[in-house]
C-alpha cells in the first residue's frame, strides 16, 4: 500500500496530476475537491489509494484524510466505482458528502452527474450507519425542510465558533425534542441556549 507520495508537480489539471520523486513521474488520480487545495502548490505531499485490477494499478490522490476516508467508503458500496465515488467528491464538499449521507438526504446527489436516485438511497443505506458511528452523532430521520434547517444552523453556530460535534449534538436533540422550532432563527437561539 503506497500510504502518500510527496515531490514536485510536474503537470496539474482537474482530474489527475503527475508528481515526481526520484525520477519517477506518478500519475495520481484526483477529484476537483482535491486540485482546488493543491492548484497553486508546486510540491506537493498527496495521500494516496492504489487499486489494483487485473487491467490496471490506479493511483487516487487526496489533499485530506478526511477524503480519502469518504473515498474508500464511497467505492465499498455494491454499484460504485472509483469514478463514481471521484465524480461525488468533485461535484460536493466532504463535508456536504457525509451531511447528505448522515441526514437521509437522497437529493443532495442530485447535483452529481451519474448518480441517479436509486445509487444515491443505495449509498446513504450501506453508508449511514458506518458514517455515525465514525462520528459519533446520532441518527435523525428529518424530513427534508428539517434537514435544510438543520444544516442552516449547523453553518451559523460554526461561524460563531462552536465546535462541530457539540452544535450537531445540540440542532439533533432539539429537532428530537421540540417540534415547536419551525425556523432557522427560533433553532439557532434555542441552540444558543442548549449550548451556553
Known amino acids: 500500500m503506497i500510504n502518500h507520495i510527496k515531490g514536485n508537480i510536474t503537470y496539474k489539471s482537474p482530474t489527475f496530476i503527475v508528481v515526481e520523486t526520484n525520477g519517477v513521474g506518478y500519475h495520481i488520480n484526483i477529484s476537483l475537491n482535491t486540485y482546488t487545495q493543491i492548484e497553486k502548490l508546486e510540491t506537493v505531499k498527496i495521500l494516496t489509494l ?21 473515498f474508500k467508503h464511497l467505492i465499498s458500496v455494491s454499484g460504485v466505482g472509483p469514478s463514481i465515488a471521484q465524480l461525488v ?16 438526504n437522497d437529493l ?6 451519474g448518480i441517479g436516485p436509486k445509487t444515491a438511497k443505495r449509498i446513504i443505506l450501506d453508508l449511514k450507519d458506518k458514517l455515525v458511528k465514525d462520528s459519533g452523532e446520532e441518527i435523525l430521520a428529518l424530513s427534508p425542510s428539517n434537514n435544510t434547517m438543520r444544516e442552516e444552523a449547523l453553518s451559523a453556530l460554526l461561524a460563531l465558533g462552536f465546535q462541530k460535534i457539540l452544535a450537531q449534538k445540540a440542532l439533533n436533540k432539539l429537532l428530537k425534542e421540540r417540534t415547536d422550532l ?14 451556553s
Request: net charge negative; glycine share 6%; proline share 2%.
Open 182 to 195: 419551525k425556523t432557522v432563527e427560533a433553532l439557532i437561539k434555542a441552540a444558543l441556549k442548549e449550548l
Open 89 to 104: 467528491l468533485s461535484g460536493m464538499q466532504p463535508d456536504e458528502v457525509r451531511a447528505a449521507i448522515i441526514g437521509d
Open 108 to 113: 443532495a446527489f442530485s447535483k452529481v452527474k
Open 50 to 70: 492504489l487499486q489494483i485490477k487485473e487491467d490496471a494499478h490506479t493511483l487516487y490522490g487526496f489533499a485530506e484524510e478526511v477524503e480519502r476516508n469518504l
